[in-house]
């Protein structure tokens, strides 16, 4: 039998030449991709936080453990990919992590779950200044801009991105979607005036097919 818990031990623990055997016979049982990388991925990098703030590890750790999840969703990659989608393009999206925030793995899922719901994605990287988001969205043709904030001291430059998407010559062609473990959607809403958030990956694709009018 798949062993689950296994999986998220050895990404809490940073064990990576476990990680791809471990998620490879998860698979190959049959296990739901989903459930994963949601209920013991996720949760395991949610133990490697709680263990950092409580300082009993440091960045090297943490770093091991990001190293680990994104080898094993790696694996993971071709079995969502495509599966959601008519192969119809459903629109444009340009998302990046704000600047000043390095971290990618949650933005790089929702880019794989938009993918796999039938959206063009441009992943635009981390670190991405307010007016990058601008030129790109505008260079793309993007209908939804998504942007991922990990960091509190993050919030000024959240607010920003969506004050110079809101206020450029492209304002009325695209919304503004925000996400990730710093942003609350009231935040997101009404502090920044974006015009959706999401909690979660899931909740990316519901909120963008709701703001194009697809769903
Ligand atoms: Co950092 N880190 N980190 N880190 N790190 C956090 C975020 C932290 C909460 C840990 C903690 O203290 N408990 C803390 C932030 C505290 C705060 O601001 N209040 C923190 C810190 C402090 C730091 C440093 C400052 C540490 C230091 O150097 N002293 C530093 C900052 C570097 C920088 O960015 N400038 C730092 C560095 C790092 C590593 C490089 C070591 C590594 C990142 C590696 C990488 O990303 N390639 C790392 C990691 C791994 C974490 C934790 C442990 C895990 C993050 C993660 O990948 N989670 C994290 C603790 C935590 O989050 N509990 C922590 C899994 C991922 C799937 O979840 O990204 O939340 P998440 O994405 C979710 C949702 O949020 C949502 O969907 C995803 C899937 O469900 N979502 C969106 C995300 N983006 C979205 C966009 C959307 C919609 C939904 O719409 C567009």
Redesign the pocket.
């Known amino acids: 039998m798949a062993d689950l818990e296994a999986i998220k031990e050895a990404v809490s623990k940073g064990r990576r030449k476990d990680i791809v055997p471990l998620v490879e016979a998860a698979l190959a049982e049959g296990v739901d991709p989903h459930v994963i990388?949601?209920d013991y991925?996720?949760e395991a990098?949610?133990e490697?936080?709680?263990r950092?703030?409580a300082k009993k590890i440091f960045?090297?750790e943490?770093?091991i453990?990001?190293?680990t999840?994104?080898e094993g969703l790696e694996v993971i990659k071709p079995h969502i990919e495509g599966s959601g989608s008519s192969g119809k393009k459903l629109g444009t999206v340009v998302?990046g992590?704000v600047f000043?925030?390095?971290?990618?793995?949650?933005?790089n899922?929702?880019v794989l779950m938009l993918q796999s719901s039938g959206f063009e994605v441009h992943n635009i990287g981390?670190?991405v200044p307010p007016e990058t988001f601008v030129e790109k969205a505008r260079e793309l043709g993007a209908d939804v801009v998504?942007?991922?904030?990990?960091?509190?001291?993050?919030d000024p430059h959240v607010k920003a991105t969506v004050e110079a998407i809101k206020q450029s010559d492209i304002a009325d062609k695209v919304k503004v979607?925000?996400?990730?473990?710093?942003?609350t959607e009231k935040f997101a809403l009404e502090t920044c005036g974006a015009d959706?958030?999401?909690?979660?990956?899931?909740?990316?694709v519901k909120?963008t097919k709701e703001l194009l009018g697809l769903a």
């Open positions: 990388i949601n991925m996720i990098m949610k490697v936080g709680a950092f703030e960045v090297p943490m770093m453990a990001a190293r999840m994104q998302i992590t000043g925030d390095l971290h990618d793995i949650g933005k899922l929702v981390e670190n998504g942007m991922s904030s990990l960091l509190t001291t993050g979607i925000c996400g990730g473990a710093a942003v959706g958030y999401a909690p979660d990956a899931a909740g990316a909120v």
